[in-house]
Each structure stands twice: as C-alpha cells, then as structure tokens.
C-alpha cells in the first residue's frame, strides 16, 4: 500500500508533492506536464482526473472511485476518432482507449497517469486500501478474476456485440457471430459455477466485481440475454441485481454524464 484515505474515511489526499506549489493559503498543483489537460481543463487540479465515457469499461473506474471515496473530477471523452485518437488524449493513453487517470498525488508523492482498466482498478485499491482482500491469497484471486474479466469477458463480449447488434451485425456469414455467442455463453458458465454459494465473484466484494458485472450488463445493452442464455444462469442474475443495488455503483454508471 502506498497511500490510505484519511482516518475520518472520505479519502482525502496527502499532503502535496513536489510538483505542487504554494499559492497564498492553497495548495495548487500543476498538471500542465500533461498535454490531456490543454484539451480537458482541470477544474481542481488536486483531484484524480478522470478521463472517460460510461462503457462497461469507463464506468468500472468511476465506480471504483465513487466505492472508495476518492476524490476526483470526470471529463467526457466520446468514442469518436477525433476524441479518443487525438493527440491529446493519446499521450496520456497511447492506445487511444478510455479510461485514463491522472493521479496528482501519484505513488511518490508527484502526478501520475495511468491507462488501462484494469490497471486503474489495481491502483486505486492500493491507493485505497480497499477491495484488494484482506489477505495474500485473497488478493491473489480477486487478481485472478480480474485478470478473467480484463482477458475473457471484456474482449469476448465485446466482440459478441459488435456482431450480434453493432457494426458487424449485418454480415452474412454467421461464423464470426455463433463463435462470440458460443464463447459468451460458455463464460457465463464459468462464473456460474464460480458464483455457487458465494455473493461476490472472489468472495468478498472487491475490484474484480468492479470489472466484472458492469460486463455482465452490456449483454443486455447488445440484445443478447436471449442468445447466451443469461436466465438459464440464476447465480448470475442474482449477482448483478446485487451490484446494481449498491449506492455507488448506481451513481458510478452515469459518469462521466455525456449529455
Ligand atoms: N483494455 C482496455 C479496453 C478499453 C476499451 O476498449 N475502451 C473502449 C470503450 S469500452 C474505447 O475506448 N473504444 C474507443 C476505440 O476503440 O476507438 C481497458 O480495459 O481499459
């Protein structure tokens, strides 16, 4: 762990680091070393920049954020070449994907950006001190769920959506959309089974469910509760109307607002 939230639990930072300067009684921090910020000004400099759109992965950050009481401050970054794919928002995430952070107060005390959402939820916990399990072996499976999400369910059920109800929708051949339908299904199985007498995937409630259930969700969004068979799997039914009653998980899937 390199940082806890205050005693008082609303995650307040830690005192400024280097890269910050005194400006009569106030704390200033200076993120201009990030071109991101030319083009989304940070209003409070002093809080992670969130850097995103509410998509199954936009949103597990920001409910990551809203569960831990950090503070920060979301920009909208549409899905559109000209927002993700710009310069700007490239040089923070060279894969011109979102989510991205910047952490003014990052491991050492100076301002840090991060992308990749899995990467972001692993660093928030440490930050956090929180849903990373309490020991070693828990926190190596909720690592091992994660890594299943970020590896399988992620990439499979976005795929699945493409060709079941997005762009690839209207291709004939219908290989490529039985093989995402197949695979989709098959995952579900897995966390089926896994979910078998337990109400989080890794046990106690933790960043893998972070990453996780906001997944399980889009195959709604994409039409395809019927074609994986979503109500043949009654744990993972059970295990979403669960997430979704969680105060922040509700307030983490509208941010950032795109209106
Ligand atoms: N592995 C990345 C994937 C991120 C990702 O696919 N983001 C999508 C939205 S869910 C995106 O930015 N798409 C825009 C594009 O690919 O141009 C992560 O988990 O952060």
Not at 41 to 50: E, G, M
Not at 224 to 249: I, Q, S
Request: aromatic share 10%; with cysteine; charged share 20%.
């Amino acid at each position: 762990m390199f940082h806890k939230p205050g005693a008082d639990g609303t995650g307040k930072m830690a005192d400024r680091g280097p890269d910050t300067t005194i400006s009569g009684e106030r704390n200033v921090t200076d993120l201009s070393q990030f071109p991101i910020t030319a083009r989304w000004p940070a209003a409070h400099p002093d809080r992670i920049q969130l850097y995103s759109y509410p998509t199954p992965n936009g949103v597990k950050a920001a409910i990551a954020l809203e569960e831990m009481a950090l503070p920060y401050e979301a920009h909208t970054v549409p899905l559109g070449d000209e927002y993700v794919k710009s310069a700007a928002f490239t040089s923070l995430n060279p894969n011109g994907k979102i989510p991205a952070i910047i952490d003014p107060d990052g491991p050492d005390g100076t301002p840090f950006g991060l992308f990749e959402s899995g990467a972001i939820l692993l660093y928030l916990a440490e930050k956090s001190g929180r849903f990373l399990g309490e020991t070693a072996r828990e926190r190596h499976e909720i690592q091992q769920w994660l890594m299943f999400q970020m590896g399988g369910t992620g990439p499979m059920f976005g795929q699945l959506g493409f060709f079941y109800k997005l762009g690839g929708a209207e291709i004939e051949d219908p290989r490529p959309r039985n093989r995402y339908i197949n695979e989709a299904r098959r995952l579900l199985g897995v966390v089926e089974t896994a979910l078998d007498g337990r109400d989080w995937i890794a046990g106690s409630y933790s960043v893998a469910d972070m990453a996780l259930a906001p997944w399980l969700r889009a195959l709604d969004f994409y039409g395809a509760r019927e074609v994986t068979g979503w109500h043949d799997h009654p744990n993972c039914v059970a295990y979403l109307e669960r997430f979704l009653e969680r105060p922040a998980v509700r307030t983490g899937l509208e941010i950032p607002p795109t209106a």
